[in-house]
């Protein structure tokens, strides 16, 4: 047996509205078909994936630590990415991945989860 990709992340929120909102303008992950199950939510794709299903709560999750710490998507266009985040305001770090290269954008969505978007070295930042 051999993984092959993410297939998908499930989250949990008590603001629905807002995270859909937030995987969709600012992460560029078009709200797509679900099956009709019996509780609320939203699938978001990635392509032909649904890669972020979101299922709405009554109340937040407790806990004190994260059972996940993040998330990474891989993708091209730094440049327009970032563009996009300032226009919706949205903070970020960026992250080097030594001997690669490889940038890595960080940020939080609406609940707080920690996402990473990566880029290649070569992908100019502009």
Partial sequence: MALVWLDHVN???AGLAAMSRFYEDVLGLPRGERPPFGFGGAWHYCG???AVHLVEVARAPAGREPRIEHFAFRAE????FLDGLRRHGV??????VPG???RQVNVED???NHIEI???AEDDAG
């Fill in 48 to 50: 032909a994936r649904a």
């Fill in 91 to 96: 903070a970020y770090r960026i992250a080097v």
């Fill in 100 to 102: 690669s290269g490889v």
């Fill in 110 to 112: 609406p609940d707080g």
């Fill in 118 to 120: 990566q880029f290649a």
């Fill in 77 to 80: 266009g730094l440049a327009v």
């Fill in 11 to 13: 989250v949990r929120t």
